[in-house]
């Protein structure tokens, strides 16, 4: 065998080795969108739940990538955003009205793992469960203010 079909061998397994790598990130791709529409219906049904033990709060599908939840109640809402060319989940909160305040938000991380994608706050993997815990839990049941902090807060 020449040169020329060494070649010819050479560049077929580099090419057969590129697209086997964009059909990892493909698959990536694939399971992190999974991971998203999961987190979003896990709080689609936190938010039902919460409405059956007559709690107060909304859940609004935005786009295929982003949600708003909210509490009435609270005057709190937050906004989750899914950026999948970052892998990322950005949960941010808003006040709804002038004298709430809100807690500051932050980001989940999407990284691969052999057969799906896990969620990451910081360097802690987290169930969906734990997810929809850490951004739900501040806006369903806010700390009320102790005379401590409006002793601070003065």
């Known amino acids: 065998m020449g040169w020329i079909a060494d070649q010819f061998e050479s560049r077929a397994a580099s090419q ?31 938010v039902e739940e919460f409405q059956r033990l007559n709690g107060d709060a909304e859940f609004k599908q935005l786009s295929d990538l982003s949600c708003r939840i909210s509490n009435p109640a609270a005057h709190i809402a937050a906004l989750v955003t899914a950026d999948m060319s970052a892998q990322t989940i950005q949960y941010t909160y808003e006040p709804e009205s002038a004298d709430s305040a809100v807690p500051e938000g932050g980001v989940l991380s999407l990284r691969p793992s052999e057969h799906w ?24 049941f806010p700390k009320a203010a102790t005379s401590a902090d409006e002793d601070t807060a003065a």
């Open 16 to 46: 057969s080795t590129e697209n086997s790598g964009q059909s990892n990130s493909q698959g990536f791709e694939v399971k992190a969108e999974d991971t998203w529409t999961k987190l979003m219906e896990g709080f689609r049904q936190d």
């Open 117 to 140: 994608v896990e969620l990451y706050s910081a360097d802690q993997r987290l169930t969906s469960d734990q997810a929809r815990q850490l951004i739900l839990e501040p806006l369903l």
